[in-house]
């Protein structure tokens, strides 16, 4: 099957033609819950039965900067490795069956995809079931902003691509899961999206990597979920900034704070307050920026959220 090249990296380059078309005003401020009630598990959408093996999907299709949900159950269930788009994702054992979860890049392309699922059985015998699936287009609004002069400088693209490298290396490790409930890092309005194409003084084209909240300076930051600190300090786009490796290749960012509470290393409790809102960077008003990654790809956190995961005890 013909894949585009590797796009957990890449920096999207984005061509003008969205604008001829017209934008879309920026959503208005939703209020969402400041945790999740995950419940009982859901039922499986889909189900590939291959004895002594079932393979599950949580999803029918996956939108771009969407997550998925795997399961793999069976007699003698070792170890679980998935491979979509050209990569391979990494199973967890939790009770008797194992997940995996895999992330879509909001540049993937929108069509049909294969995923292998790899299991190695208690002999070490390795059986492969395959289920086919959809990525489709994502539901990105555009929008226009505009940068004050005085830091008009911060819309260079060689800066967006040092950072997005920088930020590349960071959520790529993959370590054990330390959460186990995920939640919304503020209980504040939601103002811009995850994956808004957004348009800098007319001119400068961007993609929003992540969710933005409405709140005034020094409003307390929560940790989404529990894990290690990967990086805090300073970034020059997104500012006084705080990563956390929550493990299983999932992390969460938080950007423009005003301050930081947490250091490199340092472990984090779930709802841990790690700084303070701010507008440190390229931020023209108070409000935190909200990242979320799997596995090298940013994703969009709110959907995240409300995911029903294994490993939320519900
Ligand atoms: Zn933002």
């Given at each position: 099957?013909?894949?585009?090249?590797?796009?957990?990296?890449?920096?999207?380059?984005?061509?003008?033609?969205?604008w001829?078309?017209?934008?879309v005003?920026?959503?208005?401020?939703q209020?969402?819950?400041?945790?999740?009630?995950?419940?009982?598990?859901?039922?499986?959408?889909?189900?590939?039965?291959?004895?002594?093996?079932?393979?599950?999907?949580?999803?029918?299709?996956?939108?771009?900067?969407?997550?998925?949900?795997?399961?793999?159950?069976?007699?003698?269930?070792?170890?679980?490795?998935?491979?979509?788009?050209?990569?391979?994702?990494?199973?967890?054992?939790?009770?008797?069956?194992?997940?995996?979860?895999?992330?879509?890049?909001?540049?993937?392309?929108?069509?049909?995809?294969?995923?292998?699922?790899?299991?190695?059985?208690?002999?070490?015998?390795?059986?492969v079931?395959e289920?086919?699936?959809?990525?489709?287009?994502?539901?990105?609004?555009?929008?226009?902003?505009?940068?004050?002069?005085?830091?008009?400088?911060?819309?260079?693209?060689?800066?967006?691509?040092?950072?997005?490298?920088?930020?590349?290396?960071?959520?790529?490790?993959?370590?054990?899961?330390?959460?186990?409930?995920?939640?919304?890092?503020?209980?504040?309005?939601?103002?811009?999206?995850?994956?808004e194409?957004?348009?800098?003084?007319?001119?400068?084209?961007?993609?929003?990597?992540g969710?933005?909240?409405?709140?005034?300076?020094?409003?307390?930051?929560?940790?989404?979920?529990?894990?290690r600190?990967?990086?805090?300090?300073?970034?020059?786009?997104?500012?006084?900034?705080?990563?956390?490796?929550?493990?299983?290749?999932?992390?969460?960012?938080?950007?423009?704070?005003?301050?930081?509470?947490?250091?490199?290393g340092?472990?984090?409790?779930?709802?841990?307050?790690?700084?303070?809102?701010?507008?440190?960077?390229?931020?023209?008003?108070?409000?935190?920026?909200?990242?979320?990654?799997l596995?090298?790809?940013?994703?969009?956190?709110?959907?995240?959220?409300?995911?029903?995961?294994?490993?939320s005890?519900?």
């Amino acid at each position: 099957m013909h894949e585009v090249a590797d796009l957990r990296c890449s920096v999207l380059i984005w061509v003008g033609i969205v604008w001829v078309i017209g934008w879309v005003a920026p959503v208005s401020a939703q209020q969402l819950p400041v945790t999740t009630t995950p419940g009982p598990p859901p039922e499986p959408l889909r189900r590939v039965v291959q004895p002594p093996f079932a393979l599950e999907l949580f999803f029918d299709d996956l939108p771009q900067g969407g997550v998925g949900l795997v399961r793999v159950l069976g007699e003698g269930l070792r170890s679980l490795t998935l491979r979509v788009f050209d990569e391979e994702w990494a199973g967890f054992a939790v009770g008797d069956a194992h997940y995996a979860l895999l992330a879509v890049h909001y540049s993937q392309g929108a069509r049909g995809y294969r995923l292998t699922a790899q299991i190695e059985d208690s002999r070490g015998i390795f059986h492969v079931i395959e289920a086919d699936f959809r990525v489709t287009v994502g539901n990105f609004i555009r929008s226009e902003a505009t940068m004050p002069y005085e830091r008009a400088a911060l819309l260079d693209p060689e800066l967006e691509q040092e950072e997005a490298a920088l930020l590349c290396e960071l959520i790529a490790p993959v370590t054990e899961p330390a959460w186990l409930r995920l939640q919304l890092p503020l209980d504040r309005p939601l103002s811009s999206p995850f994956g808004e194409f957004r348009r800098f003084n007319e001119e400068h084209l961007t993609r929003h990597t992540g969710w933005d909240f409405r709140a005034t300076i020094g409003t307390p930051v929560a940790a989404m979920a529990g894990g290690r600190v990967a990086y805090s300090g300073w970034l020059v786009l997104r500012g006084n900034y705080v990563l956390i490796d929550h493990g299983a290749g999932m992390y969460s960012g938080y950007a423009h704070l005003s301050q930081a509470h947490v250091v490199r290393g340092q472990r984090i409790h779930p709802g841990q307050i790690i700084g303070r809102v701010g507008n440190s960077g390229r931020s023209t008003a108070a409000h935190l920026h909200w990242d979320a990654a799997l596995q090298g790809r940013w994703v969009d956190g709110v959907a995240l959220v409300g995911m029903w995961l294994p490993w939320s005890g519900g």
